[in-house]
């Protein structure tokens, strides 16, 4: 059974970096992609970025490129997000997900697996 954990998520300073993860297990195929979201309060879910686990690709939300970025350890199974410069509309809930392709997409509904979520709360 796929489970996926995030951790990281806190609180901080407007301009503070963070880097949140995702440890991924009961995996039993290895073409898939990681993607990350958040959910504000009052707001839909929204995509963050991705990333192709065999062939490390990536694709981000453009309001976020330059600021976030998305890595893997292959030997932990873990993804990370790296986010820099945070704001204070940057405060979510940050949740990793799984979808079996090779394809990265920004549509939450096509993700087969989700994390719990991790609270991250900027400060001005």
Not at 9 to 26: E, I, K, N, P, T
Not at 50 to 77: C, E, P, Q
Request: proline share 2%.
């Amino acid at each position: 059974q796929v489970q996926l954990v995030e951790s990281g998520g806190q609180l901080v300073q407007a301009g503070d970096s963070l880097r949140l993860s995702c440890a991924a297990s009961g995996l039993t195929f290895s073409n898939y992609v990681m993607g990350w979201f958040r959910q504000a309060p009052g707001k839909e879910r929204e995509f963050v970025g991705g990333i192709v686990w065999s062939t490390g690709d990536t694709r981000y939300a453009d309001s976020l490129k330059g600021r976030f970025t998305i890595s893997r350890d292959n030997a932990r199974n873990t993804v990370y997000l790296q986010m820099n410069s945070l704001k204070p509309e940057d405060t979510a809930v940050y949740y990793c997900a799984l979808d079996r392709s090779a394809y990265i997409t920004s549509r939450a509904v096509i993700y087969d697996y989700w994390g719990q979520g991790t609270q991250v709360t900027v400060s001005s």
